[in-house]
């Protein structure tokens, strides 16, 4: 039977491919040793390889060793490879899940018109394999919106066209000719098949390689975005998103919260106490924030939020709901303790403010907080800061005091 594509050829090429990918996976494995997936794609390849060699030597093997053996051997590697997948999206690795497809594949191998049919034979592996690339696919799939990686729907789609490629020998084999024919030539169609398989192999996994790529990148990127302990945007995120906020919004309002003496609760409970105490009161903040604001902790002990579409007023009244849910938390320890908040309100009340201005009015307002006592909610007003700006001023140059509020140092 004429053949377009040479099969030996292409047999040979999928066997390389098999065993440079395994090869790969074990160096990259020996690499990185606490990887949780690369030994388990290892597993994959190894299986995958001894399919193959047994598989190809199927005209000198008897054939419950190269046919019954050899791709229950290729279906344990797709199960194997459906696990590193699992594996790499959260879940746990399951060997009876990865083995099941083998376990099927030998108890129906025992059924006569199995191993004696080769229609039966090519449908029953085709439905195996196409079974576990589809539900890869699925897993890949079922993390797209918590997780949307650029090459997550590349490598869903890759799965799909593979199982789609091995569901395609059973309606051949049963209404065209079937793989091998009695006198051992093969259809035309079986080189295809097994050329596009070759490649998808590779595709899947590159695709899953880029995967793991953009998980590391996304990762890093986050990790310089917020902050280690609170998980909040840092100093440096809130300031490039504050600038666009304050760019595209017209009348935004700032909020500038410092946790009242702070040191003395280091100093007092010790720094593990300390840092419970940002954990809470970050929580205690974050979950009273709508979608759409910017909570972030700008270092130490002092946060950030600022509000789009906000009035003055109505920042303040929120602010007064913080201060009072921060003044009944109650931070959990081997000696249970409360902490207090002081917050300086400024507003923004077009576009264009420069987020330097809005800080600094913020922080005005939060150092009468601090002289007023603390856990306290100050609006910074244009003539209250011009009288302070004034006695700052009149300081400098060692004229008399004036009767005016001062505009002293935040203590901690």
Known sequence: MDQTLHLPTIMVVHALITFVSTVVTIYMWLRIRGSRILPILVVAGLAACAAMLLHSARDTLPLVVSSGLGLGLGVLAVGFYWQAVVVFEGGRLSVFKASIGLIIWTVLWFIPIVHQSMEVRTSVLG??????????????????????????????????????????????????????????????????????????IVLTLVALLMLAKERDELRYRLASERDPLTNLANRRTFVAEAKAALDRDGETSLLLLDIDHFKVVNDTHGHAAGDQALLAFSRTIEQRMPKGWLFAR??????????????????????????????????????????????????????????????????????????????????????????????????????????????????K
């Open 127 to 200: 439905l195996l394999v196409a079974g576990y690339c589809l539900l890869t696919a699925r897993e890949i799939f079922k993390k797209m919106r918590p997780e949307p990686l650029p090459s997550r729907s590349i490598a869903a789609f890759a799965n799909i066209i593979r199982g789609v490629v091995w569901l395609s020998p059973a309606p051949l084999s049963l209404f065209v000719a079937p793989a091998y024919a009695p006198d051992g030539t093969t259809a035309p169609w079986f080189a295809y098949v097994v050329l596009a398989n070759s490649v998808m």
């Open 298 to 411: 700008l270092g130490g002990e002092e946060f950030a939020c600022l509000m789009p579409r906000i009035s003055a007023q109505k920042a303040v009244a929120v602010a007064e709901n913080l201060r009072h849910a921060v003044a009944e938390m109650v931070v959990s320890g081997p000696a249970p303790l409360q902490i207090t908040v002081s917050i300086g309100v400024s507003e923004a009340s077009a576009r264009g403010v420069d987020l330097d201005t809005l800080l600094a009015r913020a922080d005005a307002a939060l150092y009468r907080a601090k002289a007023d006592g603390r856990n306290c909610v100050r609006l910074c007003e244009p003539a209250t800061l011009l009288e302070e700006t004034a006695e700052t001023l009149a300081r400098a140059v060692g004229e008399p005091r004036r009767a005016v509020s001062p505009l002293r140092r935040r203590g």
